[in-house]
């Protein structure tokens, strides 16, 4: 452990040291002390533990292993901003040219450029700043409001407090007006109440309008979303997880919301409002949509400059050309197989004769099939 001096050591006093080392690692000696007072941990290596030969220790410690150079500052402690030292009333030799002060040259004054420096004229010369070196610990390093002045917020508060001040003093002087006027008109007749009434009705009633409306806020810091959203089930209707409460039955995903089953297969289609998101997802909109990415998908893997999430435009038009150049050679090889077996879908009337099948005439022919033509 840490020792006061080297000195010379036989080889039975470095056993017992050797020993008295290993039972205070395993705790039946107790640890050494240092001048302080402090148990010194006995799993410390030699090579921290003692201490050089220049610290002049005569007691067992650890002071060796602190950075004794630098002293603690304090986390508040910060630059004194615009504070000034000394204003001299003559030009001083190895001053700024421009203002005058000691603290800084010409290059990096601050100040406007003067027409004629302050070397010459001798004349408004600039204070000395006072010029500091702090040596901030971890935390001052790390403060975002070490040296922040709460004062000088105060003009921002001012001014708000002004606004609101003028808009109070605005809305008192609207109301005083329209109280002059109702006491001028206190001789109105009775149908025009009954009209402020019926203008009064209204008014509520466009005010209820919006009584299924949402606020809610996406993508903030808050979470969630901006602007006023439809909420898409009203409150009366059961949510879809309610619908049928058999285990067994259409699985509900909390964390996404999605029932992809239909959760009341057996019921009556007219009366079902449910019938699962992948019902949703393989009709209407939502098809075309699946459809349309899939065709840009194919389309940019053969090479075309097509890309749905970049050109959405762009591929939608590509997408129903496509549709319609489809159609049209479909209805051309319609038209032509039509045209070559014709068509027996077709209503127009067919001869009596290949309708009844009969007919008087009498054909002959041979063995092999062919017809026997006879002349005369």
């Not at 708000?160 to 609207?174: G, V």
């Not at 067994?248 to 009366?271: F, G, T, V, W």
Request: charge should be neutral; glycine fraction near 6%.
């Amino acid at each position: 452990m840490a020792t006061a001096s080297v000195a010379f050591k036989s080889r039975e006093d470095r056993r017992k040291q050797k020993e008295l080392k290993e039972a205070r690692k395993a705790g039946f000696a107790p640890a050494e002390v240092d001048e302080n007072g402090k148990e010194i941990n006995p799993n410390i290596p030699d090579f921290l533990s003692k201490a050089p030969w220049y610290s002049k220790s005569e007691k067992p410690s650890l002071k060796h292993q602190e950075n004794w150079k630098t002293e603690p500052v304090s986390t508040k402690a910060y630059y004194d901003r615009g504070a000034k030292t000394y204003q001299a009333e003559k030009y001083r030799k190895g001053a700024c040219q421009n203002c005058g002060a000691m603290t800084h040259d010409m290059k990096t004054c601050i100040e406007r450029p003067r027409k004629v420096g302050a070397k010459y004229t001798n004349k408004n010369i600039a204070p000395d700043e006072k010029i500091e070196s702090l040596e901030l610990d971890y935390d001052g390093k790390r403060d975002r409001w070490n040296g922040y002045n709460p004062s000088s917020y105060r003009h921002v508060r001012d001014l708000y407090e002004a606004k609101e001040n003028a808009r109070e003093n605005f809305l008192k002087e609207q109301q005083l007006k329209k109280l002059e006027e109702k006491n001028d008109n206190d001789a109105t007749s009775d149908g025009e109440e009954e009209d402020l009434r019926v203008d009064e009705a209204k008014i509520d009633e466009s005010k209820q309008v919006d009584f299924a409306k949402v606020k809610k806020r996406v993508r903030t810091t808050d979470g969630g979303s901006t602007g006023t959203v439809r909420n898409l089930r009203i409150r009366e209707d059961p949510a879809k997880y309610l619908l049928n409460l058999d285990v067994n039955s259409a699985y509900y995903d909390p964390k996404s919301r999605s029932m992809r089953e239909d959760p009341l297969p057996d019921a009556d289609p007219n009366e079902n409002f449910c019938l699962g998101d992948n019902q949703y997802r393989n009709s209407g909109q939502a098809l075309e949509f699946k459809q349309l990415n899939m065709y840009s998908c194919e389309a940019f893997d053969k090479g075309q400059d097509i890309h749905m999430q970049a050109a959405p435009s762009q591929a939608e038009l590509c997408y129903k050309r496509v549709k319609v150049a489809k159609e049209e050679l479909n209805n051309q090889i319609k038209d032509t197989i039509m045209a070559k077996y014709g068509n027996a879908a077709a209503k127009d009337d067919m001869a009596m004769e290949l309708l009844l099948g009969q007919s008087e005439r009498q054909v002959e022919y041979d063995r092999v099939g062919r017809r026997i033509i006879k002349s005369g």
